[in-house]
């Protein structure tokens, strides 16, 4: 069974400039889940997706950040425009729905804004 | 304070010791614990699930949690040189919620 995949695995960009992250979850996983890791902080909680709904976004930093997840299946996470502060590793993760709470981690997305 | 509190390390033990690595955590309604594994630029790996007081062994890895203490911590028995990695705690109040993580700790095993 394939596990989280996220693309792209690197991106460098400028500020100001648009980007666009995206996860695939375990296929049949209702849940998916956004995180961040900025330097020298730990992981971060940025939102939570049941199916095609966001049932908790209280971890998203601003209003540059856009998840969406159309028909319940991939997502993306986009920035922008995207700021210095943004840089990090942009992780994924999906659980089933009826299993609970063990959360799969994809490789996530280092993300660097210059 | 921060939610979930580690150690960051390094925990450095000679290969076949056993490493112990601790995690406190502030949230009294916090139900279910998480140690995960990072290697260096990987995704991290669930190693070991608990989700009330005592002992959970698997193999080398034997979890313990005290919530009265609001503590958890992971024991690796028999330290090999491949667990050298960066250890995180992780918590969540309710199933299906998101985890709160600690800093991790880094933990490297010497041959």
């Known amino acids: 069974e394939a596990g989280v995949t996220q693309f792209p695995s690197h991106s460098v960009i400028e500020k100001g400039q648009t980007v666009t992250l995206r996860c695939d979850p375990i296929?049949?996983?209702?849940?998916l889940y956004w995180y961040r890791r900025v330097m020298g902080k730990e992981i971060k909680f940025l939102l939570h997706?049941?199916?095609?709904?966001?049932?908790?976004e209280s971890g998203m930093p601003n209003n540059r950040f856009l998840a969406e997840r159309t028909g319940g299946t991939y997502s993306t996470l986009k920035v922008q425009p995207a700021e210095l502060e943004d840089s990090g590793v942009y992780f994924c993760?999906?659980?089933?729905?009826?299993?609970?709470?063990?959360?799969?981690f994809g490789p996530g997305t280092r993300l660097l804004v210059l | 304070q921060k939610e979930v509190e580690q150690n960051s390390g390094p925990l450095s033990v000679p290969e076949g010791a056993i490493a112990s690595l601790n995690c406190t955590y502030s949230?009294?309604?916090?139900?279910?614990f998480f140690w995960y594994r990072q290697y260096s630029g990987k995704s991290p790996e669930l190693i070991m699930s608990?989700?009330?007081?005592g002992d959970k062994e698997d193999g080398r890895f034997t979890a313990q949690l005290n919530k009265a203490s609001q503590y958890v911590s992971l024991l690796i028995r028999d330290s090999q040189p491949s667990d050298s990695a960066t250890y995180l705690c992780?918590?969540?109040?309710?199933?299906?919620?998101?985890?709160?993580f600690g800093g991790g700790t880094r933990l490297m095993v010497k041959p």
């Open positions: 608990i989700y009330s007081n």
């Open positions: 997706f049941v199916k095609e709904s966001k049932q908790d």
């Open positions: 296929s049949g996983h209702d849940n």
């Open positions: 993760a999906s659980s089933p729905r009826l299993a609970g709470v063990t959360q799969y």
């Open positions: 992780a918590v969540n109040k309710n199933a299906g919620n998101m985890l709160t």
């Open positions: 949230d009294r309604g916090s139900q279910s």
